[in-house]
């Protein structure tokens, strides 16, 4: 592939030469708005995320600690004698609902903008991971664990792929997070937890390198959609 056609896939860094982006065409003015639309979901939702889980911890009613206590646990306790505390429990589902669906559209309107599923599907799929983990709680452990490495997972793909439409340094960034997430996930897994430093981590401690990568992502990456002039105009028809 050359060096032109893989500029093309990327948000111009530089002023659009009129209000419908740089061709000045309608169908790249549809797509710059689309872009602004993806990154107003994706910020939104990662900030919303981020204040969820301050807010659901600030009020938990009990003793919890990020070495002990993975973010779930603020939904509920440990199966099988699983135990929810509110207003956190609340707290922490609600967001995982109202967040999960609008990173789903953000992914949606982030395609209408880049015509990349590599973009697409991995966002989508961080998107019904975080519905799910709302929608079933640690009180059905089986689902739970199910959404939750979903959203894990494909969170730390997303990042990974979205270097491929954006201009440095912001791609190197992406990279370096989507690496630290999928590490995490990684080592997260039961042959790693009795590795010494995961315990001196804890369970808790590992979870958030997981979870923070991906919500700094989706902040910073919806603000780079949301700062682009213009959305890309063309499309490389190999890559889908």
Request: a positive charge.
């Amino acid at each position: 592939m050359s060096t032109s056609i893989t500029t093309r896939h990327r948000l111009p860094a530089g002023p659009p030469r009129s209000g419908m982006g740089a061709t000045g065409s309608p169908a790249a003015g549809q797509r710059s708005r689309d872009a602004k639309i993806a990154g107003l979901l994706l910020s939104l939702a990662g900030a919303a995320i981020l204040l969820g889980f301050i807010t659901a911890e600030a009020l938990y009613p009990g003793v919890y600690t990020t070495h002990t206590n993975t973010v779930s646990h603020l939904g509920a306790s440990e199966p099988p004698n699983s135990v929810v505390l509110q207003p956190s429990a609340a707290i922490f589902d609600i967001t995982m609902l109202v967040t999960g669906a609008m990173i789903l559209a953000g992914a949606w309107f982030a395609y209408r903008a880049l015509r990349r599923k590599a973009v697409l599907i991995p966002t989508a799929l961080l998107g019904v991971g975080t519905l799910g983990v709302g929608a079933f709680p640690l009180t059905h452990p089986a689902p739970h664990t199910l959404f939750a490495f979903t959203a894990f997972l494909a969170g730390g793909i997303a990042i990974v792929l979205s270097s491929r439409v954006t201009m440095a340094p912001f791609r190197y960034l992406w990279t370096a997070l989507g690496a630290i997430a999928l590490g995490a996930t990684v080592l997260a897994l039961d042959a790693f937890r009795s590795w010494a430093p995961m315990g001196e981590l804890g369970e808790g401690g590992l979870e958030r390198w997981i979870v923070y990568p991906i919500v700094l992502w989706l902040v910073a990456f919806g603000s780079y959609l949301m700062a682009a002039p213009a959305a890309p105009a063309f499309k490389d028809p190999e890559v889908k």
